[in-house]
């Protein structure tokens, strides 16, 4: 009896912060009412060897899952400078603009972000629940800190890295090796359509497998370019971009790919071809 005690006084101790943690995660009050009662059940009993907060880890995992199936039914195409809306009337002006830019992040950023920056989790736990390294956690959330709050730099530790994995999935594309593809490719990558690319047949995906098939076909045609200083490929039609694909590589993997072809967006981008080596010949 007086450990059920212990557990329901540490659970009402813990809530609130959770709460405020799923909140800044989902986007949602009632999401995150869901969120924390199933971590409250799904908890293990005693901390593991890779948190002391056991609360919080299970509450990471569930949030991360959920983020996941957003991404994976995402059915409204995205708009990198206007992402779609979460459930922010009750969040204040300046929660309903973070929430908003952070709509605009993939799973692990928001995550790694949201639990480092906000709530000063270490990057050993995140990467605990990230399945990846801490140096990982700690890039993710630097990339997320640049899209949310305008840094001046971008972090990318290697950037010649970054255009080798690009040139390898397209060469991979044209000669349609889809193991190749799928090698370069995070598990957890994240593939975004800007509304102009969705109506030319371009598709959200969540996952390698998804994602390489909706790049296979799409990226034979490109060259490679360099897209605001970033890897990238590009489309082109008398001489201007087309459809640019915007690509994030971490630790010699893809993690995202922002496909853009609407005037607007493409307006707002630097985009310098590059001479292609992967071209055939």
Not at 156 to 181: C, I, K, W
Not at 190 to 195: E, I, N, S, T, Y
Request: charged letters at 30%; glycine letters at 4%.
């Amino acid at each position: 009896m007086d450990d059920d005690a212990d557990d329901a006084a540490e659970t009402r101790a813990r809530e609130p912060r959770l709460k405020a943690v799923a909140y800044r995660l989902l986007g949602s009050f009632d999401e995150a009412e869901e969120a924390v009662e199933q971590a409250i059940r799904e908890a293990p009993r005693h901390p593991t060897p890779t948190t002391d907060d056991r609360f919080l880890a299970t509450l990471a995992r569930i949030c991360l899952e959920r983020l996941r199936a957003r991404e994976t039914h995402r059915t409204a195409p995205w708009d990198p400078w206007d992402p779609w809306n979460t459930d922010t009337d009750r969040a204040g002006p300046e929660g309903r603009a973070l929430l908003t830019a952070m709509d605009a992040l993939t799973p692990p950023d928001r995550l790694a972000f949201v639990l480092h920056d906000l709530f000063d989790v270490p990057y050993e736990e995140i990467a605990a629940v990230l399945e990846r390294t801490p140096a990982a956690a700690r890039h993710l959330a630097g990339r997320a800190r640049h899209r949310v709050q305008g840094t001046e730099e971008m972090p990318e530790p290697d950037p010649v890295r970054q255009r080798e994995a690009v040139a390898a999935f397209l060469a991979a594309s044209r000669t349609g090796d889809s193991q190749a593809m799928l090698a370069l490719l995070d598990p957890d990558v994240v593939l975004r359509a800007d509304p102009t690319a969705v109506r030319t047949g371009a598709r959200a995906a969540h996952g390698a497998v998804p994602v390489a098939l909706a790049l296979a076909g799409r990226t034979r045609e490109a060259r490679q370019a360099l897209v605001d200083g970033a890897a990238g490929l590009v489309l082109t039609r008398d001489g201007r971009p087309r459809t640019v694909f915007a690509f994030t590589v971490l630790d010699g993997r893809i993690t995202s790919v922002d496909v853009l072809a609407d005037e607007g967006h493409l307006s707002r981008l630097t985009v310098r071809p590059l001479a292609d080596r992967t071209a055939p010949s």
